[in-house]
């Protein structure tokens, strides 16, 4: 059996929920008078301890009473659904070939889908980040809208890589994903076609700042070939004599273990101290293992590890060796605080179907556990860094809606505003459509060669997107970026 370790992908898997409405009736007795053992075995709280007969009598009498007349695949693939949500653990699931195939694809440096990162948030598959150019933004997903049906199918009490699944597929097909918009009353369809994804892992350039060389790696995940591509984007920016250099894990929601504790030994020495620790339950064992770095001596330069709130699983494990076992320091906002790991194991009974198990938990170096349920709750960074509301705008599309007219109020709107300061406009960002945000509609239509309506209609929100693109575009209005490299020149 397989059991490699692995933590949090770029989504949580998610858990359906079951509701019921139930009638008290009378017990059915045997037909044939054959009386029934009134001694049922009992747990310590007084409740029907469920045997394998009761299990089996169970099964039976759904199949041969429920007016559904459901079938016994039908009811045996729900009692294993039944058991993994019994655990109450969001990480643990069931993958079936495809699914389990699927979800590896999400480690490789491309796939085919449509473009958006998403997690699963109290319930509901939210999206996350939309990427730039791909269909679902073409189509008009925004970051924060919820996914509620795919094809037509509700998939809200669905397992969430069921979901994943219909979403994926093959290149120039077209899929149909219904998604629900805080401020908009009906369920939008949008159609996009499925096509293929870069997703690099590894990211990296040179900046100059204040007469020094500092180095820049982003990290999107920890996958199959993140550890490689690192260690080459390090080999490569020393060759630059850097003087220092920044690790950006923002919006990395983790990926497989062995890769991040190789990516660490890039730069912490070995001093006796763990850079982190697994605790585990294997084959009705708990088992434990320390994890230590390798080299004898540091870096020449200072290292910063940039993290946010959506930074989560790997992305924790980075983070928290180098603050604890390398000193180095950590600069963002409160990490996501995920401190469970994972793996597959096959299921010996089927065609390649995999359980996906939490087996236990990763401790950081100085013996803290970071879940957020029981836990230290993420890791707090030793430089707290606010991104500004401007930066966490995102694009607003009109879909089957009118056009926003002044004097109106709305959430979007606000939105809207945020993205006009950033174009030099001085409005009011309290999502109220007065004159000073009509007066900066008009001018954007009139330098565009637009009807100058005073609407925003989505022509002229198409002029205000690209905006937000150029500044997201320029790394000067990156907060936390640049408070990473005014933390080299402050510390030279």
């Not at 007084?46 to 009811?75: I, K, W």
């Not at 070939?97 to 997690?119: A, D, M, P, Q, T």
């Not at 998939?155 to 401020?183: D, H, P, S």
């Not at 709305?410 to 999502?431: C, E, F, K, S």
């Amino acid at each position: 059996m397989s059991k490699r370790l692995i933590g949090l992908f770029a989504f949580i898997v998610a858990i359906g929920a079951s509701f019921y409405t139930g009638y008290n009736l009378n017990t059915v007795e045997p037909q044939d008078g054959t009386p029934q053992d009134d001694t049922p075995s009992l747990n310590e709280d007084g409740a029907t301890t469920v045997t394998d007969e009761v299990f089996l009598e169970v099964l039976e009498t759904l199949m041969e009473n429920h007016y559904t007349q459901p079938s016994r695949e039908l009811l045996m693939e729900g009692a294993v659904n039944g058991m993994i949500d019994a655990l109450d653990d969001p990480h643990s699931s069931y993958f079936d070939l495809e699914e389990y195939n699927s979800f590896e694809s999400g480690f490789e440096e491309s796939y085919v889908g449509i473009g958006v990162r998403v997690s699963f948030v109290e319930g509901q598959i939210i999206v996350e980040d939309v990427m730039d150019g791909g269909p679902a933004e073409e189509a008009g997903i925004l970051p924060n809208d919820i996914i509620v049906s795919v094809d037509g199918i509700d998939i809200t009490a669905q397992n969430f890589y069921e979901t994943i699944q219909m979403i994926l597929g093959e290149e120039g097909t077209q899929v149909t994903v219904g998604i629900f918009r805080q401020g908009v009353d009906n369920i939008i369809q949008l159609t996009m076609t499925r096509a293929v994804i870069e997703n690099s892992s590894v990211n990296y350039q040179v900046f100059n700042k204040g007469g020094q060389k500092i180095g820049y790696i982003e990290v999107t995940q920890f996958g199959n070939e993140t550890a490689t591509k690192f260690a080459d984007a390090i080999t490569v920016l020393e060759s630059q004599n850097i003087n220092g250099l920044v690790v950006d894990l923002r919006n990395n929601g983790g990926g497989r273990l062995d890769t991040v504790s190789s990516m660490l030994r890039e730069f912490l020495v070995d001093n006796g101290k763990p850079i982190f620790s697994i605790e585990y339950y294997s084959n009705g064992e708990f088992e434990s293992h320390n994890f230590y770095a390798e080299n004898d001596t540091p870096k020449a330069y200072e290292i910063v590890t940039i993290v946010n709130e959506n930074s989560a699983s790997a992305s924790e494990v980075f983070a928290s060796a180098m603050q604890e076992q390398g000193n180095y320091p950590v600069l963002g906002t409160t990490t996501y605080g995920k401190g469970t790991m994972q793996t597959d194991i096959l299921v010996q009974a089927t065609v390649g179907d995999r359980v996906h198990v939490s087996i236990g938990k990763w401790i950081t170096s100085d013996g803290n556990w970071v879940h957020f349920n029981g836990g230290t709750d993420g890791i707090t960074p030793d430089i707290i860094a606010e991104p500004t509301p401007e930066e966490t705008a995102y694009k607003v599309f009109l879909i089957d809606e009118e056009p926003f007219e002044v004097d109106t109020v709305d959430p979007r709107i606000a939105n809207i505003q945020h993205i006009l300061n950033t174009m030099g406009y001085d409005v009011r960002t309290d999502g109220y459509f007065g004159q000073e945000t009509l007066s900066a509609i008009i001018n954007i239509q009139n330098d565009n060669g637009l009807s100058a309506t005073g609407l925003i209609d989505q022509d002229t929100l198409t002029i205000i997107n690209a905006a937000l693109d150029n500044f997201r575009d320029n790394p000067a209005n990156d907060t936390q970026l640049q408070a990473a490299l005014d933390y080299f020149i402050n510390n030279d």
